[in-house]
């Protein structure tokens, strides 16, 4: 599978070879899991789960020799000889287990000794701001910066590519020490610092250096300090100032992947340390495809996190806009889309008749516009990967079927003396531009829609010598209307792992975000930049973590299910033009696109009802989905047993939003309100669904007299006025006080079946 797995059987090989270029663009990318590092003979990594330690072997909880010493027994006689050297991780606190190399005869021997409970294959993950603090709502000494200190003493995790540690984003003067809680360092020769206050590499080397860039944007996006002037490629950030969701937060930065990727293994490890030193949001810019949630190691981590009140931030995947291809699926981890931002980086296409186009580039050249070139197209050259013709001089229209333009078509455009190129949109991606930085060509990326009508003008009449063009460019737009709309490439549900729960929970900011990045990783060509523009689910992500973090500030106490309903009932269903958000194609946006809708961060801290979860209810999911033996390896914990527990269906977790099935006869779900708003506050339910669909809430006041105090009530949903054919109906359900609006989606799906 490649790194945007775009219906990739439907693309001709040519595209399969270029979707490599894509890479690095869309950070975040699942990869098929059928890669193995180290597979040397028949030997692979394998994650494997056994039972605690028993207590008497235990000095303390947190023996780390002596868990080492029980993961070591499992390698004794298995037919590996020197065994206890190839256990390349231990763990001890997100789960019981250990990963080692082992052959199928090896892998055999550990699994009969007793203790065993579980082995997966490791898999290969790849990796999947400064415009955005305003865009989100926040201000300098106002709000919510102001009242959660921009998120001081909450410290953020992150499994990552490392960070630039160096970079001004990171600088910690005027921060404060860690909090007293914290138990984790920085692992020589880093130097923790009070903005740094954690450091470790879990991928062999014993370094936390980023050589990707990915860690750095990522950690910039979630808790970059205040920089000014930013800008990349001399491209303003649309603002001035770079800065970070929680420019007050500490950072621990976790190093889980380098250039080859990220495996599975490692990331466990991660996990396990970050839990165990004590972060208070876990971000993870990075996953698999979708894996039954007792096969995924890092939905079971993410359990053991949530249980210890760390919530797991994560992103949904790059593989849109097709459904059912979201990763990080588990209803216990917060699972983020991503969107586009009210800023441009503009190139617009002049025609020689007048007419305009807006594109956008990274590539900007003022003095271009002022000449006009001959616009070349050719419908056998459309790909512009060759040239058999001289173009000295021209501006040549291409054609691209992967996210990015590839720079194999800008190198064979210089080749044959193009002077400029517009590149056209791959048409599934509608009005999604994805920007990448190329060095030197004046270039614009125009949507598919506007590229068609290009290569109209281009074509008109006998002679195309006539037809002229050039480009105009206008740096940085901010206030572009529609935004927010749906990424095209950020992935959809239908949830295969998690059926009946609604994923992707929340969208954010993920579509050319501009943040840091080391100097010494080239972007393109010669020359180094402090930030970078790049795109993916991998950059909504650290949006959400930094938000949890300020959220988390403010209410200390709160669950990771409390903190993440608030994120999800305060966001935003509008876009900045007051209408339903939209995706891609300009279409009004499925639930299953945008999750909850956008999120809200100076509504978050202050959400008035959270629907709150706690380790039983999703236990009690997984008894009802997966059964006994899943809970056991999910939970790990011999005193949560199915028998014990009331099994609860996916339509009865008390989730903040709600999935049902599409069908006439009524079906009913009750959801349970805390009040975490003020003591004495009533609210009344505000529906809204379309017609055919019927929707009431029993009772529909809720009358509050104190703060923690619950109330639970029905909602009813029936679908007997939808047509035969309808698949889909969207409503929402809102509970509105005088201060407050708690809003529900509610997304009723004939694919949906549940008992
Ligand atoms: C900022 O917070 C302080 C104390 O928390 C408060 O006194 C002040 O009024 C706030 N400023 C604004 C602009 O909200
Ligand atoms: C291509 O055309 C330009 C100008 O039209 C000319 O100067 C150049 O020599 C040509 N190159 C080739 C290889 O024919
Ligand atoms: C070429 O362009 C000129 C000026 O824009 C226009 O007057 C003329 O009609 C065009 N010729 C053709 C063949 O399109
Ligand atoms: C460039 O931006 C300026 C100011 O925002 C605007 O007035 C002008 O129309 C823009 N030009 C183009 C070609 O977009
Ligand atoms: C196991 O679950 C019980 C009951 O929910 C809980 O009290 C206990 O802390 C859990 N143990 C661990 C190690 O998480
Ligand atoms: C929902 O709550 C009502 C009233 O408490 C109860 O009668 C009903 O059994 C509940 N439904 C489910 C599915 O738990
Ligand atoms: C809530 O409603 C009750 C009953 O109508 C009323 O007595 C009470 O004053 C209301 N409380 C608030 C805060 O409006």
Same mark, same amino acid.
């Given at each position: 599978?490649?790194?945007?797995?775009?219906?990739?059987?439907?693309?001709?090989?040519?595209?399969?070879?270029?979707?490599?270029?894509?890479?690095?663009?869309?950070? %975040? =990318?699942?990869?098929?899991?059928?890669?193995?590092?180290?597979?040397?003979?028949?030997?692979?990594?394998?994650?494997?789960?056994?039972?605690?330690?028993?207590?008497?072997?235990?000095?303390?909880?947190?023996?780390?020799?002596?868990?080492?010493?029980?993961?070591?027994?499992?390698?004794?006689?298995?037919?590996?000889?020197?065994?206890?050297?190839?256990?390349?991780?231990? %763990?001890?606190?997100?789960?019981?287990?250990?990963?080692?190399?082992?052959?199928?005869?090896?892998?055999?021997?550990?699994?009969?000794?007793?203790?065993?409970?579980?082995? /997966?294959?490791?898999?290969?993950?790849?990796?999947?701001?400064?415009?955005?603090?305003?865009?989100?709502?926040?201000?300098?000494?106002?709000?919510?910066? #102001?009242?959660?200190?921009?998120?001081?003493?909450?410290?953020?995790?992150?499994?990552?590519?490392?960070? $630039?540690?160096?970079?001004?984003?990171?600088? $910690?003067?005027?921060?404060?020490?860690?909090?007293?809680?914290?138990?984790?360092?920085?692992?020589?020769?880093?130097?923790?610092?009070?903005?740094?206050?954690?450091?470790?590499?879990?991928?062999?080397? #014993?370094?936390?250096?980023?050589?990707?860039?990915?860690?750095?944007?990522?950690?910039?996006?979630?808790?970059?300090?205040?920089?000014?002037?930013?800008?990349?490629?001399?491209?303003?950030?649309?603002?001035?100032?770079?800065?970070?969701?929680?420019?007050?937060?500490?950072?621990?930065?976790?190093?889980?992947?380098? *250039?080859?990727?990220?495996?599975?293994?490692?990331?466990?490890?991660?996990?396990?340390?970050?839990?165990?030193?004590?972060?208070?949001?876990?971000?993870?810019?990075?996953?698999?495809? !979708?894996?039954?949630?007792?096969?995924?190691?890092?939905?079971?981590?993410?359990?053991?996190?949530?249980?210890?009140?760390?919530?797991?931030?994560?992103?949904?995947?790059?593989?849109?806009?097709?459904?059912?291809?979201?990763?990080?699926?588990?209803?216990?981890?917060?699972?983020?889309?991503?969107?586009?931002?009210?800023?441009?980086?503009?190139?617009?296409?002049?025609?020689?008749?007048?007419?305009?186009?807006?594109?956008? !580039?990274?590539?900007?050249?003022?003095?271009?516009?002022?000449?006009?070139?001959?616009?070349?197209?050719?419908?056998?050259?459309?790909?512009?990967?060759? /040239?058999? &013709?001289?173009?000295?001089?021209?501006?040549?229209?291409?054609?691209?079927?992967?996210? &990015?333009?590839?720079?194999? !078509?800008?190198?064979?455009?210089?080749?044959?003396?193009?002077?400029?190129?517009?590149?056209?949109?791959?048409?599934?991606?509608?009005?999604?531009?994805?920007?990448?930085?190329?060095?030197?060509?004046?270039?614009?990326?125009?949507?598919?829609?506007?590229?068609?009508?290009?290569?109209?003008?281009?074509?008109?009449?006998?002679?195309?010598?006539?037809?002229?063009?050039?480009?105009?460019?206008?740096?940085?737009?901010?206030?572009?209307?529609?935004?927010?709309?749906?990424?095209?490439? !950020?992935?959809?549900?239908?949830?295969?792992?998690?059926?009946?729960?609604?994923?992707?929970?929340?969208?954010?900011?993920?579509?050319?975000?501009?943040?840091?990045?080391?100097?010494?990783?080239?972007?393109?060509?010669?020359?180094?930049?402090?930030?970078?523009?790049?795109?993916?689910?991998?950059?909504?992500?650290?949006?959400?973590?930094?938000?949890?973090?300020?959220?988390?500030?403010?209410?200390?106490?709160?669950?990771?299910?409390?903190?993440?309903?608030?994120?999800?009932?305060?966001?935003?269903? &509008?876009? #900045?033009?007051?209408?339903?958000?939209?995706?891609?194609?300009?279409?009004?946006?499925?639930?299953?696109?945008?999750?909850?809708?956008?999120?809200?961060?100076?509504?978050?801290?202050?959400?008035?009802?959270?629907?709150?979860?706690?380790?039983?209810?999703?236990?009690?999911?997984?008894?009802?989905?997966?059964?006994?033996?899943?809970?056991?390896?999910?939970?790990?914990?011999?005193?949560?047993?199915?028998?014990?527990?009331?099994?609860?269906?996916? @339509?009865?977790?008390?989730?903040?939003?709600?999935?049902?099935?599409?069908? @006439?006869?009524?079906?009913?779900?009750?959801?349970? =309100?805390?009040? &975490?708003?003020?003591?004495?506050?009533?609210?009344?339910?505000?529906?809204?669904?379309?017609?055919?669909?019927?929707?009431? =809430?029993?009772?529909?006041?809720?009358?509050?007299?104190?703060?923690?105090?619950?109330?639970?009530?029905?909602?009813?949903?029936?679908?007997?006025? *939808?047509?035969?054919?309808?698949?889909?109906?969207?409503?929402?359900?809102?509970?509105?006080?005088?201060?407050?609006?708690?809003?529900?989606?509610?997304?009723?799906?004939?694919?949906?079946?549940?008992?």
């Amino acid at each position: 599978m490649g790194c945007m797995a775009i219906s990739p059987a439907a693309r001709v090989v040519r595209a399969l070879v270029l979707v490599a270029a894509a890479c690095p663009v869309l950070g %975040y =990318v699942p990869n098929g899991g059928a890669e193995h590092r180290r597979s040397h003979g028949a030997a692979r990594t394998y994650i494997v789960l056994v039972e605690p330690p028993p207590a008497a072997h235990l000095q303390h909880a947190d023996d780390e020799a002596a868990h080492r010493f029980w993961h070591e027994s499992f390698m004794q006689d298995s037919g590996g000889g020197g065994a206890p050297r190839r256990i390349r991780h231990s %763990y001890r606190s997100v789960l019981s287990g250990f990963a080692a190399r082992l052959t199928d005869a090896e892998l055999a021997a550990v699994s009969r000794k007793p203790g065993f409970v579980r082995a /997966f294959p490791e898999r290969r993950f790849q990796l999947m701001t400064t415009r955005t603090p305003a865009f989100l709502g926040l201000e300098p000494d106002q709000g919510v910066w #102001n009242e959660t200190s921009y998120g001081e003493g909450a410290i953020i995790g992150f499994l990552d590519t490392g960070i $630039d540690e160096k970079h001004p984003s990171f600088r $910690d003067e005027g921060m404060p020490p860690p909090p007293a809680k914290w138990k984790g360092g920085c692992q020589p020769p880093v130097r923790c610092n009070n903005k740094l206050i954690g450091a470790a590499s879990f991928v062999g080397d #014993n370094t936390i250096a980023d050589d990707v860039g990915h860690g750095t944007h990522t950690t910039g996006t979630a808790a970059g300090r205040f920089v000014e002037g930013a800008s990349a490629f001399g491209l303003g950030a649309g603002g001035g100032t770079a800065a970070g969701m929680a420019p007050g937060a500490h950072l621990a930065v976790y190093k889980v992947c380098d *250039a080859q990727g990220c495996f599975e293994s490692d990331l466990l490890a991660g996990m396990d340390a970050a839990v165990r030193d004590g972060v208070d949001v876990l971000s993870v810019s990075l996953g698999g495809v !979708s894996t039954p949630l007792d096969k995924d190691p890092i939905a079971i981590g993410a359990f053991a996190a949530m249980s210890k009140g760390v919530l797991v931030v994560c992103a949904g995947g790059n593989s849109g806009p097709l459904p059912s291809t979201l990763s990080n699926e588990a209803p216990w981890m917060l699972t983020v889309a991503a969107g586009s931002v009210d800023r441009s980086f503009r190139a617009t296409v002049r025609l020689g008749d007048g007419e305009m186009f807006e594109g956008e !580039s990274l590539t900007q050249d003022k003095h271009f516009s002022s000449m006009v070139y001959p616009l070349y197209y050719s419908q056998g050259m459309n790909y512009c990967d060759f /040239f058999d &013709v001289n173009i000295t001089g021209m501006m040549v229209v291409c054609d691209t079927e992967t996210p &990015v333009p590839p720079m194999s !078509s800008i190198q064979a455009v210089r080749e044959a003396g193009g002077v400029g190129i517009v590149f056209i949109n791959e048409p599934d991606f509608g009005y999604t531009i994805v920007l990448e930085k190329y060095y030197d060509l004046p270039m614009s990326q125009v949507t598919a829609v506007d590229g068609n009508k290009i290569m109209g003008y281009a074509m008109k009449g006998s002679s195309t010598s006539n037809h002229t063009a050039t480009i105009v460019f206008n740096s940085t737009v901010v206030g572009v209307k529609p935004a927010p709309i749906v990424a095209a490439f !950020s992935s959809r549900g239908p949830s295969v792992a998690s059926p009946g729960v609604l994923k992707p929970d929340i969208m954010a900011p993920g579509l050319n975000i501009l943040a840091a990045w080391p100097s010494e990783v080239p972007v393109a060509g010669p020359g180094s930049y402090s930030f970078n523009v790049i795109s993916g689910t991998s950059m909504a992500t650290p949006h959400v973590t930094g938000i949890v973090a300020l959220v988390k500030k403010a209410h200390p106490d709160w669950s990771p299910s409390a903190i993440k309903s608030a994120i999800m009932t305060t966001s935003s269903a &509008v876009d #900045n033009d007051g209408h339903k958000i939209m995706d891609e194609e300009h279409r009004e946006a499925s639930f299953y696109a945008v999750g909850a809708g956008h999120v809200v961060p100076t509504r978050a801290v202050d959400p008035g009802l959270v629907y709150d979860l706690g380790v039983r209810d999703y236990a009690g999911y997984v008894c009802k989905l997966l059964g006994e033996a899943a809970l056991k390896t999910i939970a790990g914990n011999a005193s949560l047993t199915c028998t014990e527990i009331e099994p609860i269906g996916a @339509a009865e977790l008390n989730y903040p939003a709600i999935l049902v099935p599409l069908r @006439a006869e009524p079906f009913a779900v009750n959801r349970t =309100v805390t009040n &975490v708003g003020p003591a004495k506050s009533n609210y009344t339910a505000k529906i809204e669904a379309p017609k055919g669909l019927s929707i009431k =809430v029993e009772p529909a006041e809720l009358e509050f007299t104190e703060v923690k105090e619950r109330k639970t009530f029905t909602v009813t949903v029936s679908a007997a006025g *939808a047509s035969a054919e309808q698949k889909l109906a969207e409503g929402t359900l809102s509970w509105v006080s005088h201060d407050h609006v708690v809003r529900s989606p509610i997304l009723v799906d004939s694919s949906i079946t549940l008992s």
